[in-house]
């Protein structure tokens, strides 16, 4: 596709730009541009790939998404390397997920090229708002929502594709080495249902048991199972991973019921890479509980794009709260957390062709 560029007519002043990018937090400034490309079912498809000034959207109140809820998204970073240039991780890697959301959702697939050269044209137009600060990055959030004006319930024949980018700091406020997570008696997802793909009524889903975890004066929740309600899935935005005291790592199975993490399925390529076992298995809250008492579970950490890998180190819930080790990031977690973010940033050799970069 041929993308139409449009002349932002009052591009933020540097100065302003400067100021608000110093200390960006996650997820509350946003850069001058956005792509769009509009689909038609009616008119062939995928069409008027523009980029131009990120603005309002024009939505009729009879829109789709905002009555049945057809929306997905994903969220992947541009770095800085050593160099100057810009890159990606793996964007093939979240394009391929996009379309498997898209069909879970009933809703048309996107070439994977177009959505790459979609995040590539936004970041190289913004590139002067990523931010200077340790660990900072430009935030990329791909998303699609159908916009057609009906109130019938089946999948709808027009649909919008956005990027837009948010320059990032840390993910979690505290800055903390270790986060502490609450055991929620809410479920994130069933069997059959739509735990794996991408998809705003997931993450709706957890802003209850999530604000009680904040309330309790917790960084997250973790969830269990909805069938049994004891096996370990995942927090409210992050795959999780337990190591033991011979070395072994264990991470929840992609069962239909969590989202298969980018972050996720890298770590457990490098881990393996370093001779480690990796198993894919199911993990109970009880037994969370009782390897970490007796000293068997030295590690556990979450890991995703916002948070690349966080240690975990306080695990509390109605019966009660379990330190994991010292309480602190153990010695593989920093491991495998210092190797990926090399990877991104251009200071470790990628030998899998993970990077991207933008020239």
């Known amino acids: 596709m041929d993308f139409t560029r449009l002349p932002h007519p009052a591009p933020v002043p540097g100065a302003t730009r400067e100021q608000a990018i110093a200390d960006p937090g996650f997820g509350k400034v946003f850069t001058d541009h956005m792509v769009s490309i509009d689909y038609d079912a009616d008119k062939g498809g995928w069409h008027s790939p523009t980029l131009g000034p990120r603005e309002p959207i024009a939505l009729d109140p009879a829109a789709s998404v905002l009555h049945y809820a057809q929306e997905i998204f994903e969220g992947l970073k541009a770095y800085r390397l050593a160099d100057g240039t810009m890159a990606?991780?793996?964007?093939?890697?979240?394009?391929?997920?996009?379309?498997?959301?898209?069909?879970?959702?009933?809703?048309?697939?996107?070439?994977?090229?177009?959505?790459?050269?979609?995040?590539?044209?936004?970041?190289?137009?913004?590139?002067?708002?990523?931010?200077a600060v340790d660990g900072g990055s430009?935030?990329?959030?791909?998303?699609?929502?159908?916009?057609?004006?009906?109130?019938?319930?089946?999948?709808?024949?027009?649909?919008?594709?956005?990027?837009?980018?948010?320059?990032?700091?840390?993910?979690?406020?505290?800055?903390?080495?270790?986060?502490?997570?609450?055991v929620?008696?809410?479920?994130?997802?069933?069997p059959g249902g739509t735990g794996a793909a991408k998809c705003g009524g997931n993450y709706a889903a957890s802003l209850v048991p999530t604000g009680e975890a904040f309330a309790r004066g917790h960084d997250q929740t973790v969830f269990l199972d909805a069938a049994e309600r004891k096996w370990i899935e995942e927090l409210g935005g992050m795959n999780l991973f337990f190591v033991f005291d011979d070395g072994t790592i264990?991470?929840?199975?992609?069962?239909?019921?969590i989202l298969p993490g980018i972050t996720r399925d890298s770590i457990i390529t490098l881990a393996r890479e370093q001779g480690l076992t990796v198993r894919e298995e199911m993990y109970s809250l009880d037994q969370w509980r009782e390897d970490a008492v007796s000293g068997r579970l030295v590690e556990t950490f979450a890991c995703g794009t916002a948070a690349v890998v966080t240690a975990v180190g306080k695990v509390a819930g109605h019966d009660g709260e379990f330190t994991i080790g010292s309480g602190g990031p153990g010695q593989l977690t920093q491991t495998l957390r210092e190797k990926l973010v090399g990877i991104q940033r251009g200071t470790v050799e990628d030998t899998h062709g993970w990077v991207t970069r933008l020239g």
């Open 250 to 257: 264990l991470t929840p199975p992609l069962r239909g019921t």
């Open 138 to 182: 430009l935030y990329v959030r791909p998303f699609m929502f159908a916009n057609e004006a009906f109130l019938g319930v089946r999948p709808a024949t027009r649909y919008k594709f956005l990027v837009i980018l948010s320059p990032a700091g840390n993910y979690f406020k505290s800055g903390a080495p270790a986060v502490s997570v609450w």
């Open 88 to 131: 990606l991780f793996r964007p093939d890697a979240n394009a391929a997920r996009f379309n498997r959301s898209a069909e879970r959702l009933a809703m048309p697939a996107l070439p994977e090229d177009v959505f790459v050269e979609a995040v590539r044209q936004a970041v190289l137009a913004d590139k002067d708002w990523f931010p």
């Open 184 to 190: 929620s008696d809410y479920t994130r997802a069933a």
